[in-house]
């Protein structure tokens, strides 16, 4: 790996630790930014490409744990968040978070082939983007008025089912997986900043899943060659979703769904101009 390629692994880990939580699609950014500037998949191959797409996103995870870890630690009963002796039945627990992931991890694994070879693409990010902006309108236009939702520990297993429903758009490259699973949840009567705090700690078990099976699958097509890529990748995605993630939780709050949909209206516009036409 020369200067210019860890280069480009530092640029993609800045584009993947800033956008991750913001609900415009961190994979769908770095896919325009791969595709139409650095084009990684010349020197990496199109498989290894795509896999460091997945596997960069571990840092904006651990960043996720950092950040969040007594949340983290009370999933499973190792720490009292609220100082209160309420039992794990009556708490937000790691069944909430299996229950909120099994239709992604599902869908997932029937279609992860078509994604990778038909997904992966401009083009179909910019519509993605689009149905992503609409979504999330919808979502801030027809929410109740007052959350039924606003703390975590009053999510019920059937609604984090059905928020988890939701989730599976975000396998459309583009379309964000926060920005889906907060337009569901919000939809769903629970507040944004709630929603913000579920989709990042259901994200932490579904990324290492995804990475993990995207490695395995393309085990043969990858080198010791691109240790250094994506270890550059994965520490700048990793400081700069560090940066991000409490701005990020501080804002959504105040300005909601909106202003992002807008953003992804916009970024959408641009980029047809400058592929379609």
Not at 46 to 67: E, M, R
Not at 81 to 87: F, H, K, L, P, V
Not at 156 to 185: E, M, N
Not at 233 to 258: C, P, Q, R, T
Request: charged residues 15%; hydrophobic residues 55%; proline residues 3%.
């Amino acid at each position: 790996m020369d200067f210019l390629e860890l280069l480009k692994a530092l640029i993609l880990g800045f584009v993947e630790g800033m956008t991750e939580f913001a609900p415009v699609s961190s994979t769908g950014h770095m896919i325009i930014v791969d595709d139409m500037w650095l084009k990684t998949e010349e020197f990496l191959g199109k498989y290894p490409a795509n896999t460091f797409k997945i596997v960069v996103q571990l840092g904006s995870i651990l960043a996720v744990i950092v950040v969040m870890w007594k949340r983290m630690l009370s999933l499973v009963g190792l720490y009292n968040i609220d100082g209160q002796s309420r039992s794990m039945k009556g708490r937000f627990n790691l069944m909430h978070v299996i229950v909120g992931m099994l239709p992604a991890v599902g869908l997932g694994f029937a279609f992860k082939d078509f994604i990778d070879d038909h997904l992966f693409k401009v083009e179909h990010v910019i519509y993605a983007l689009v149905a992503g902006a609409i979504l999330m309108i919808v979502a801030d236009k027809f929410a109740p008025r007052k959350p039924k939702v606003d703390s975590l520990d009053d999510i019920s297993y059937g609604l984090a089912f059905k928020v988890g429903l939701v989730q599976c758009l975000s396998l459309w490259p583009g379309f964000s997986r926060s920005g889906a699973t907060i337009s569901g949840g919000v939809l769903f009567g629970i507040s944004h900043r709630v929603a913000a705090d579920f989709t990042f700690i259901m994200a932490v078990p579904i990324m290492a899943g995804a990475s993990l099976v995207s490695v395995l699958k393309n085990w043969d097509t990858l080198s010791m060659d691109y240790f250094g890529f994506y270890a550059v990748g994965f520490i700048s995605s990793f400081i700069f979703a560090l940066l991000s993630i409490k701005f990020f939780l501080a804002l959504i709050s105040k300005v909601k769904l909106m202003p992002f949909a807008i953003y992804r209206l916009v970024l959408a516009a641009i980029l047809s101009i400058i592929i379609f036409m």
